[in-house]
Antibody, heavy 116, light 110 residues
Framework: QVQLVESGGGVVQPGRSLRLSCAASGFTFSNYGMHWVRQAPGKGLEWVAVISDDGSNEYYADSVKGRFTISRDNSKNTLYLQMNSLRTEDTAVYYC?????????WGQGTLVTVSS | QSALTQPASVSGSPGQSITISCTGTSSDVGDYNDVSWYQQYPGNAPKLMIYDVSNRPSGVSSRFSGSKSGNTASLTISGLQAEDEADYYCSSYTSSTTWVFGGGTKLTVL
């Protein structure tokens, strides 16, 4: 069955960096675009970034553009989110989701807390 | 990248039908059929309920249906059940090659 497992979350100080990973299984990872979506505590969903199936195209929300980088390693079936210059407002559960157009499968999420 | 507009809350009694609206612009909902709806229980990941405006993934109850008119998409749940109580989010592809979510609607089954 399709499975997405995020990791790499934790507590980090403002201005520091963190890299999230999303390990995929149960489907042909290299055939699908992948997203990162976040949810601040008690708030709604916010789209963060998407990467095409072959990694050649990336798109970002204005709120993270220039600070976050989405990437993937199709040989390892893994999606990444490099987060630099973190701000307190980046505190959220980060989900990875499968499929460029319909986000049809989501991981359980990993919590990132940005705090001094 | 302004969020799509959804009502903060809706409610209905078991067996009734409810509709949740999702209003965007001509740069997202109005111009694309990449409109999806997600169900989320507290503490859980979202689950895709409707994609491409009105299509249901396999395993999703036929009580859930979607539609779109102009810049507004809608999710209708018929034959409301207690298990439908959850948060619901719409999303749309946009002309900037980004995605945008609605603010979410809390459904209460009375």
């Amino acid at each position: 069955q399709v499975q997405l497992v995020e990791s790499g979350g934790g507590v980090v100080q403002p201005g520091r960096s963190l890299r999230l990973s999303c390990a995929a299984s149960g489907f042909t990872f290299s055939n699908y675009g992948m997203h990162w979506v976040r949810q601040a505590p008690g708030k709604g969903l916010e789209w963060v970034a998407v990467i095409s199936d072959d990694g050649s195209n990336e798109y970002y929300a204005d709120s993270v553009k220039g600070r976050f980088t989405i990437s993937r390693d199709n040989s390892k079936n893994t999606l990444y989110l490099q987060m630099n210059s973190l701000r307190t407002e980046d505190t959220a559960v980060y989900y990875c989701a499968k499929d460029f157009h319909r986000l049809d499968c989501w991981g359980q999420g990993t919590l990132v807390t940005v705090s001094s | 990248q302004s969020a799509l507009t959804q009502p903060a809350s809706v409610s209905g009694s078991p067996g009734q039908s409810i509709t949740i609206s999702c209003t965007g612009t001509s740069s997202d909902v109005g111009d694309y059929n990449d409109v999806s709806w997600y169900q989320q229980y507290p503490g859980n990941a979202p689950k895709l309920m409707i994609y491409d405006v009105s299509n249901r993934p396999s395993g999703v109850s036929s009580r859930f249906s979607g539609s779109k008119s102009g810049n507004t998409a809608s999710l209708t749940i018929s034959g409301l059940q207690a298990e439908d109580e959850a948060d619901y989010y719409c999303s749309s592809y946009t002309s900037s090659t980004t995605w945008v979510f609605g603010g979410g609607t809390k459904l209460t089954v009375l």
